[in-house]
């Protein structure tokens, strides 16, 4: 499994752009990056997926550069409503179990 | 769709009593994950499933931790007997065959252990 490395904290203001990097040195051939966030009392939500260059959606951006041994999660223009805990995940399509970590607890003031 | 359902979504008991909680995934899903998070452990996997067969279970803590899918829409997690320790919020997600890595999380069973 490879593991990843993020912030255990960030914080920011409201309309502000955040970058969350997760750190996978590990990363196997066959690894996707995954991303899920997590609002309190509730359970994580799928956020974006990539295994190399950008990905964008209606959500978020995420970049990962060639080598992919990091990736940055990349929110714009935030609201508070985007205070949660984000999580980096890293695997295999081919295997079924997703290892959480700790994530990064995102908070952002008005 | 609903999406994930999960029942009770709180749950108190006393230690030494069984619990059983529940699970109806996405319809259509036929891989199914029971998790488990806490503040000392986060999330955990516990088991998960593959058309109504376990896989993995390897994240089940004892014995006293027990699965099943009897059908394609339904899964319980027993805990008998429970311990305070078990204390946690218990998840159940679901996906597709092709979206490995994209799982659907229900609300959660916030479980206390008396």
């Known amino acids: 499994l490879a593991k990843t490395t993020q912030p255990i904290s960030m914080d920011s203001y409201e309309g502000q752009e955040v970058n969350i990097t997760c750190s996978h040195n590990n990363i196997a051939t066959n690894d996707y990056i995954t991303w899920y966030q997590q609002f309190p009392s509730q359970g994580p939500r799928f956020i974006i997926q990539g295994y190399k260059t950008k990905v964008t959606n209606e959500v978020a951006s995420l970049f990962i550069p060639a080598d992919r041994k990091s990736s940055t999660l990349s929110l714009p223009r935030v609201s508070l409503s985007d205070t949660a805990v984000y999580y980096c995940?890293?695997?295999?399509?081919?295997?079924?179990?997703?290892?959480f970590g700790s994530g990064t607890r995102l908070q952002v003031q008005p | 769709d609903a999406g994930v359902i999960q029942s009770p979504r709180h749950e108190v008991t006393e230690m030494g009593q069984e619990v059983t909680l529940r699970c109806k995934p996405i319809s259509g899903h036929d891989y199914l994950f029971w998790y488990r998070q806490t503040m000392m452990r986060g999330l955990e996997l516990l088991i998960y499933f593959n058309n109504n067969v376990p896989i993995d279970d390897s994240g089940m803590p004892e014995d006293r931790f027990s699965a099943k899918m009897p059908n394609a829409s339904f899964s319980t997690l027993k805990i008998q007997p429970s311990e305070p320790r078990d204390s946690a919020v218990y998840f159940c997600a679901s996906s597709l065959p092709d979206s490995q890595e994209t799982q659907y999380f229900g609300p959660g069973t916030r479980l206390l252990v008396l």
């Open positions: 995940l890293v695997g295999d399509t081919g295997r079924r179990a997703l290892t």
